[in-house]
């Protein structure tokens, strides 16, 4: 770590243990705007799970998806869905809103929609990006020998 996080050395501590340490700093001391938009920048933890929710919502990132939707196009449980949307939401990359109740819904309870925000959208695609070039590159068309084989 070097330039401004080289004073934030702590053994053992990852990179995030002194991003977070140099954020703390700036934010008491209200460095630059800069320095502050780049503390608020927000990564998650990309599972799989959340990839296919993600993806589902960069088909379309200004549509709203309500919740059975997701479920349906992310294949996903219920289990897994909600409280992912939730901590979503919490970190503000994702906005949701209850529709209004219908005359003609049939007794169907109103649906709550979910979007990603602008920081959101943003955060997706550079996850999404670091995932694809973290992948193992596909070997279209090659043949490798097996594992401990002698070919």
């Known amino acids: 770590m070097d330039g401004i996080l080289g004073t934030y050395r702590i053994p053992g501590a990852t990179m995030a243990v002194a991003v977070a340490a140099f954020c703390t700093e700036a934010a008491a001391f209200h460095y630059s705007t800069y320095v ?8 998650v933890k990309l599972t799989v799970p959340l990839e296919r929710v993600l993806r589902v919502f960069l088909d379309d990132p200004s549509a709203r998806r309500y919740g059975y939707d997701l479920m ?8 897994t869905l909600y409280p992912m949307l939730a901590r979503l939401q919490d970190q503000g990359l994702v906005a949701s ?14 649906r709550k929609y979910y979007q990603l925000t602008g920081e959101g959208i943003r955060v997706a695609r550079v996850e999404l990006a670091q995932a694809a070039l973290a992948a193992p590159r596909s070997t279209h068309g090659m043949t490798q020998p097996a594992p401990g084989s002698t070919r």
């Open 97 to 110: 809103e209850w529709e209004a109740q219908r005359d003609d819904a049939g007794g169907r309870p109103p």
């Open 72 to 79: 349906k196009a992310a294949r996903l449980p219920s289990g």
């Open 36 to 43: 502050g938009y780049m503390c608020r920048l927000r990564t």
